[in-house]
């Protein structure tokens, strides 16, 4: 009888500690999606950020350079696209992810062919609200390649999290899924040519 008793408690005993483990592992992961999800709303932010600033770029740079039309409706058809993306989802579906990336991509080819018009026009370098202008886009820049690398670091840690065992059991019991990375964009291991 006496036995019947230490079995039954080691066996509870087991189950308890299978129970808090699993327990502890999903709430980790949880902490993690969080996580996740916060770095991608910074980077959701800044690329805001920059789509809020190019319309009185454009406008500015039209004011001296009327005649270059095919670069300021490239800009707006990219800056277009991107907000026409319906972003619900976009974080936990690889290929919406893929066509947030490809559009924000277009959007910097874009603004980088505007960038090389306004080279044209000296007295656009003279013009204090272009400069103030410029200086936030290129600030926006950076913030934007820190906030995507945050946010890579965090769907690393994430990631890796669900892919260790016995986390990867937990995980897929759980339903959490892999996030994408950023990734640079095709062509960028290649140094643009520049001629003078």
């Known amino acids: 009888m006496k036995k019947g008793w230490m079995i039954l408690i080691g066996v509870v005993l087991v189950l308890f500690l299978i129970g808090r483990m699993f327990v502890g592992t999903r709430n980790s992961f949880v902490v993690k999606d969080e996580a996740v999800k916060t770095a991608w709303s910074q980077v959701e932010n800044v690329y805001q950020r920059r789509a809020d600033l190019?319309?009185?770029?454009?406008?500015?740079?039209?004011?001296?350079?009327?005649?270059?039309?095919?670069?300021?409706?490239?800009?707006?058809?990219?800056?277009s696209k991107v907000n026409?993306?319906?972003?619900?989802?976009?974080?936990?579906?690889?290929?919406?992810?893929?066509?947030?990336?490809?559009?924000?991509?277009e959007l910097s080819s874009?603004?980088?062919?505007?960038?090389?018009?306004?080279?044209?026009?000296?007295?656009?370098?003279?013009?204090?609200?272009?400069l103030n202008l410029q200086a936030q886009l290129e600030?926006?820049?950076?913030?934007?390649?820190?906030?995507?690398?945050?946010?890579?670091?965090?769907?690393?840690a994430y990631n890796t999290a669900i892919r260790l065992f016995p986390?990867?059991?937990?995980?897929?019991?759980?339903?959490?899924?892999?996030?994408?990375?950023?990734?640079?964009?095709?062509?960028?291991e290649q140094a643009p040519e520049v001629s003078f």
């Open 84 to 105: 026409n993306i319906n972003m619900a989802g976009v974080l936990d579906n690889p290929q919406k992810f893929q066509q947030f990336q490809a559009s924000q991509g």
């Open 54 to 79: 190019i319309p009185n770029l454009v406008q500015t740079v039209k004011g001296v350079a009327s005649f270059e039309q095919e670069t300021f409706t490239a800009v707006a058809e990219a800056r």
């Open 167 to 188: 986390g990867s059991i937990i995980a897929g019991m759980s339903g959490f899924a892999q996030r994408a990375y950023f990734e640079a964009a095709a062509g960028a």
């Open 139 to 156: 600030g926006t820049e950076n913030r934007i390649a820190v906030e995507r690398r945050r946010f890579n670091e965090t769907s690393q």
């Open 110 to 130: 874009a603004l980088s062919r505007l960038m090389v018009v306004v080279e044209r026009y000296p007295e656009l370098k003279a013009n204090q609200n272009f």
